[in-house]
């Protein structure tokens, strides 16, 4: 869902043509460019592993958006365990693979709209079907991203979503 009339931003006070119902982060947390050379690092855009010690899978967080069918999503990065990230891997082109139990693993991405960190929070990837990233379900504690993925997301949090995204140094000054 966008809105094609688009936002104006309180922050710039510019007219954006949409508000962007999704943000995806690049790698996880712990990756850094000088792995992308080395024979036991891969960063794809679905995978990631890390000295042939750290495995990472990519899925998304999806939040449903209060009083709409739409859904706002953070793509991130879950760690999950040598074994698990073997099996999915193992299944990753497989038609079926949605049948597998969710894997649990660590969210690993830093969303820093959100306090206290993001990092290390509990997650189920539940994967989906082929051509579908898996979903991530987070443990549902008081934290304000659990909160937003059982309760909903409002159009207003959307925008300062969008706001602060688009704007990031706005909140230094």
């Known amino acids: 869902m966008t ?28 990756w850094h460019e000088s ?12 995978q990631c592993v890390i000295q042939a010690q750290h495995y990472f ?41 949605e049948t597998e139990e969710p894997y649990f693993g660590w969210l690993s991405n830093d969303l820093s709209l959100y306090s206290p960190s993001t990092i290390n929070l509990k997650t189920h990837l539940h994967t989906r ?16 991203l659990a909160v937003e993925q059982r309760t909903g997301i409002s159009l207003n949090r959307i925008h300062e979503i969008a706001e602060t995204m688009l704007h990031p140094a706005a909140d230094n000054a």
Not at 3 to 23: I, K, R, V, W
Not at 129 to 144: A, F, K, M, S, Y
């Open 3 to 30: 809105n094609d009339a688009g936002f104006t931003c309180s922050c710039c006070g510019a007219q954006h043509p949409e508000l962007p119902m999704d943000y995806s982060t690049t790698a996880p947390y712990v």
């Open 35 to 46: 792995f992308s050379d080395r024979s036991d690092c891969l960063l794809s855009s679905d």
């Open 57 to 97: 899978v990519k899925g998304l967080i999806e939040i449903p958006v209060i009083g709409s069918d739409a859904v706002f999503s953070w793509g991130v990065w879950v760690s999950l365990s040598r074994e698990n990230f073997a099996r999915a891997v193992d299944r990753w082109d497989t038609a079926g693979r």
């Open 129 to 144: 079907p082929v051509g579908q990233r898996p979903l991530i379900e987070l443990e549902p504690t008081d934290h304000p």
